[in-house]
């Protein structure tokens, strides 16, 4: 199978299947609850639109990086969360209505926002006096394509056929997982050397990243009255990029895309462990705070 079948058909396909997946997760009723929500919405989207791209404008100041891996990871910070987002979410039991609406108004958003950023990146991060090629229209294609065409046939099918649209989603964790891994298998084998040799620094800075995310959230949710559902919420989604669509976009549509991938690749595998540390300190502090009533 030639990389061409595999970055024109199967992965766009796959993605997109991802996305729909995704849009049947969206309950209609309990959708309107979370949108009236106006204060965590709110929140939730300053975190991720803007909290999100300026921790990986600082991670990208930190450390000395190739240009094709800065690029990657203020990509990784462009994107909206993602199934992933919504299956911790509801792990760590969570407000999943929010998060969930979160998810989709920030994937609607990213089409504005994503082609900005990385263009003001791309001329930010001159290589020998030549800027850095972004074909923002051809990301603005991807995203309308591979996120909001499919959430809205996702949506349109959990309406009119609920029994099928639940169906679906309830697999629709499991199908993201593998896809996540199988986009960064395909990565690591395509540039093996290069990660092992970028490792030490790369896992520094991703980790860097996600500390520097999580510390600024956690200060800027101290101000804000919200319930502890709301605010571990507002956490997940925040530090739970969509991995998959930054690898999907950089091996599509970047020149040199498989360098630019391997901040998502590394992220993704770190995403699971934040993730699931998350779900445990909201699992015991709920648990504690039960006890504490009781």
Same mark, same amino acid.
């Given at each position: ?114 082609? &900005?950023? =990385?263009?003001?990146? $791309?001329? /930010?991060? +001159? ?9 923002? @229209?051809? *990301? ?37 997982? &593998?896809? =996540?891994?199988?986009? $960064?298998? /395909?990565? +690591? ?9 970028? @490792?030490? *620094? ?43 669509? $930054? ?48």
């Amino acid at each position: 199978m030639t990389d061409g079948i595999m970055l024109t058909v199967i992965v766009p396909l796959a993605m997109f299947l991802m996305m729909f997946g995704l849009g049947t997760t969206l309950n209609t009723d309990a959708l309107k609850a979370a949108l009236k929500n106006r204060l965590s919405l709110s929140v939730g989207l300053f975190a991720q639109i803007l909290v999100v791209p300026i921790c990986g404008a600082i991670t990208i100041l930190m450390f000395d990086l190739p240009v094709e891996f800065k690029l990657g990871i203020m990509l990784l910070a462009c994107c909206p969360g993602g199934t992933s987002s919504n299956l911790f979410c509801h792990l760590g039991r969570g407000n999943l209505a929010l998060s969930v609406s979160l998810t989709a108004l920030s994937s609607l958003v990213v089409l504005i926002t994503m082609p &900005l950023i =990385l263009q003001l990146t $791309a001329f /930010l991060l +001159l290589e020998n006096g030549q800027p850095i090629d972004i074909p923002q @229209l051809e *990301i603005l294609k991807r995203l309308f394509f591979m996120t909001l065409l499919p959430i809205a046939c996702g949506v349109m099918l959990c309406h009119y056929s609920p029994k099928i649209g639940r169906f679906i989603a309830d697999r629709t964790g499991t199908v993201g997982l &593998l896809f =996540l891994i199988f986009l $960064a298998a /395909l990565i +690591l084998f395509k540039e093996w050397a290069l990660f092992v040799q970028y @490792l030490p *620094i790369m896992g520094l800075t991703i980790a860097f990243f996600m500390g520097c995310i999580l510390t600024v959230v956690m200060i800027m949710l101290r101000y804000f009255p919200m319930h502890d559902k709301e605010k571990f919420t507002i956490f997940v989604e925040a530090s739970i990029q969509s991995s998959a669509l $930054a690898m999907f976009i950089s091996l599509t549509v970047l020149d040199d895309g498989a360098k630019s991938a391997i901040p998502a690749g590394l992220y993704s595998l770190a995403m699971y462990i934040v993730g699931f540390t998350l779900v445990y300190w909201h699992r015991r502090k709920r648990l504690l705070g039960q006890e504490v009533a009781a």
